[in-house]
């Protein structure tokens, strides 16, 4: 098992930024991925940006060059340097830890990030 807690949602103005973090605790394996996705009222869960445990990152098209993911492999714990927010930026954020090898998805309770016009 693997629990995830996540932190620094807020409210912010357009152009404003904010960094949002995702503490991983439990069983942490090597064979992972871990990744931010977000969810608007009324629309579905999607991907925002994803690293692998060997670096690899992967971004939406929406979030490129505003946004940037990292983590803290000593510390387990990935983060989300948001900037140039946008209003369409509004959702609650989750923090998602795979294990690829096993198969098993875990995933945070979310973190809610509103960006005012």
């Known amino acids: 098992q693997v629990q995830l807690v996540e932190s620094g949602g807020g409210l912010v103005q357009a152009g404003g930024s904010l960094r949002l973090s995702c503490a991983a605790s439990?069983?942490?394996?090597?064979?992972?991925?871990m990744g931010w996705y977000r969810q608007a009222p009324g629309k579905q869960r999607e991907l925002v940006a994803t690293i692998t445990n060997g670096g690899n990152l992967n971004y939406a098209d929406s979030v490129k060059g505003r946004f940037t993911i990292s983590r803290d492999i000593a510390k387990n714990t990935m983060y989300l340097q948001m900037n140039s927010l946008k209003p369409e930026d509004t959702a609650v954020y989750y923090c998602?830890?795979?294990?690829?090898?096993?198969?098993?998805?875990?995933w945070g309770q979310g973190t809610q990030v509103t960006v005012s016009s």
């Open positions: 998602r830890f795979t294990d690829w090898l096993r198969n098993n998805n875990y």
């Open positions: 439990g069983s942490i394996v090597s064979t992972n991925v």
